[in-house]
């Protein structure tokens, strides 16, 4: 869930194509937008508080085997929510035709690689910034002249 | 008398078309997409949402367009926009100490564990003018270390450890906080209210409040502690599912202000706290928040109120730029009969003044 809820919509339709055509799926809750107000803790541990909203496309879809997908995704694309669900409830329901594991190895598993990848890439260039302190040694006292 | 105001329907429909014409400027130069906004001036994107108090990028991104890259009014179009939206939800706490570091810096400790990351900052850059950038030139790849930085321990939790500064940990109930965009704010707030507030307020306006503090209006002592900007994850629990899921992620900006403090009667000596937190790479807000913070809690800690930016009531009622932006604002509306009104008693205290003058010139 937390894969495809960071995915790009496009990147997870195209990986979709891989698997041939998703199943027909029946609305129980159809796309909706709405807020999530993010949540703070002040000093970062204590008493919580309000920080802002961020914008989030929630769905629910059921499988003709009855079988339930649920998705919370940030922003405001519907299709990245029906995606999302869909996706859920097929992770759900038993291994058939190993479309199980192809969704893993087709979807999940790839997206989930770039976004290491995209993530690691960031830390690693902040990672470059990190000061290296040296300190500079005191030179050795010049000996006593010897005159 | 009553006197109907009507009339300007031309006027305003041709004003919008001007304004449509001005904002897209010389046609002949191409026009400006979201993406390239987004992309290039992310740090005003930022500014919005941090104001807006919304994490959208893209309507970020075409609020700075529509408003021809006027912030205020910015802002102002991304908290309409969030008015027709429902609350679905609330997450739980967003965990900063787990945040993904695009920098991270300590002027109280050079050896801090984790160490000084910088980051893109222009902290060491000279200021000069670059003229390369004016016709563009393609930007080689930043440097990467060989390996990402180990998870670093936050500040507090090394100062905790040996009682120097100041626990913040949640109450026992934990309890869900105010918001003040449900509910109308009424004074005094609590401490949850005025760090809401702090994080949608003007920048400009908590600089400036936090600078006064420095310079001796409300004086705190202040030092940065530690600073972190970087991607956190948010969480949710859905009432449908039970468990928390992650939707999705944001970048935001912390500061953790430590400030001097002797003691008072209840509490022994001991670095007290400001707070800031921001959407985006906003760390010039996040410090003024946690300036303007720490001074607010003088009455809390027992110090004398004597500054503006000590006084909750003064903070919190000025600075949210939508409101004073309107509010000023307003004044262009017509006040004609308001004005009319005022112009017929001045007209009548001028008659007495010089009536009387009249009279006292003829006494002397």
Known sequence: MSILAKADCAAIESACKTIGELPHVQWLRRPETGLVMVRGRMGGSGAKFNLGEVPVTRCAVRL???????????????????????????????????????????????????????????????????????????????????? | ????????????????????????????????????????????????????????????????????GDMVEAVFLLRAYRTTLPRLAASLPIDTSAM??????????????????????????????????????????????????????????????????????????????????RDPLTYPAGRALQLQNLARGDEGFLLALGYATQRGYGHTHPFAGEIRQGAVIVEVVPEELGFAIEIGEITVSECQMINQFAGSATEPPQFTRGYGLAFGASERKAMAMALVDRSLRAGELGEAVTSPSQMQEFVLSHSDNVEASGFVQHLKLPHYVDFQSE???????RARHFAGAGTDGAAT
């Open chain 1, 64 to 147: 003709e085997n009855g079988i339930i997908g649920v998705a919370w995704v940030q922003g405001r694309d519907a299709r990245h929510a029906e995606l999302a669900a869909t996706l859920d409830a097929l992770l759900q329901a038993p291994e058939h035709d190993g479309l199980i594991s192809k969704i893993h190895t087709h979807i999940i598993e790839p997206l989930a690689a770039v976004q290491t990848a995209r993530r690691d890439l960031k830390a690693r260039k902040a990672a470059a910034t990190k000061v290296e302190f040296y300190t500079l040694a005191r030179e050795a006292a010049a000996p006593p002249s010897s005159a």
């Open chain 2, 100 to 181: 993904s570091l695009q920098r991270r810096i300590s002027a109280t400790f050079k050896d801090v564990p984790g160490g000084q990351v910088l980051g893109a900052t222009y902290d060491y850059t000279q200021r000069l003018l670059d003229f390369e950038l004016s016709n563009g030139a393609p930007v080689a790849p930043a440097p990467a270390a060989a390996n990402a930085l180990p998870a670093a321990a936050d500040i507090a939790t090394l100062m905790n450890a040996e009682g120097l500064l100041a626990e913040e940990s949640p109450p026992a109930d934990d309890a869900e906080p105010p918001d003040l965009t």
């Open chain 2, 343 to 349: 112009l017929e008693l001045l007209r009548k205290l």
């Open chain 2, 1 to 68: 008398m009553y006197v109907a105001v009507k009339g300007g329907e031309q006027a305003i429909l041709n004003s919008w078309r001007l304004l449509a014409e001005q904002r897209r400027g010389d046609a002949g130069i191409p026009e400006i997409t979201l993406t390239q906004i987004r992309e290039q001036l992310g740090l005003a994107v930022d500014r919005v949402m941090a104001e807006g108090s919304l994490y959208d990028p893209e309507l970020a991104a075409l609020a700075i367009k529509q408003a021809q």
